[in-house]
């Protein structure tokens, strides 16, 4: 898939394929994404490594979740946590109030958890297979 294919009514998710975390929160999103909202790419994919030239974000800097709006933006870190989880809606909508913490004390805790979440939940050897009833959320 290149870019110019990316859905447009789409907001794409970012992550981290191998991390356990990670995979958690997708499954988590996927789970409470009720709008159908989202699709997700793993960073570590061509097409993960195709986004994040095309935003320009550092290849040494995709050590976080990253959410693209394709045509219109892209928020980093704690930014796009909590932009996902407006989306979300419900109860979800409360944690937009953690947007009163100055973003780089909200960055700065992203970073130490995205700095020890292997060692604290683990990493796979490999990306995550989705099953069948969930391959359309994913982009290839």
């Not at 796009?80 to 700065?108: M, V």
């Amino acid at each position: 898939m290149e870019i110019s294919d990316l859905p447009k009514d789409k907001k794409i998710i970012l992550f981290d394929g191998v991390c356990n975390l990670c995979n958690s929160s997708v499954q988590y999103v996927i789970k409470h994404d009720t709008k159908d909202i989202f699709r997700f790419v793993a960073l570590q994919s061509e097409l993960g490594q195709k986004i994040i030239t095309h935003i320009g974000i550092s290849q040494k800097n995709i050590d976080s979740i990253i959410l693209y709006e394709p045509g219109i933006a892209y928020y980093y870190k704690s930014a796009a946590a909590l932009e996902i989880a407006k989306h979300l809606g419900g109860i979800h909508s409360f944690a937009t109030l953690f947007r009163i913490l100055p973003l780089n004390l909200r960055d700065s805790i992203y970073d130490y958890v995205a700095k020890n979440r292997y060692k604290w939940y683990g990493k796979q050897d490999s990306c995550m297979i989705p099953t069948k009833e969930l391959k359309a959320k994913f982009l290839l």
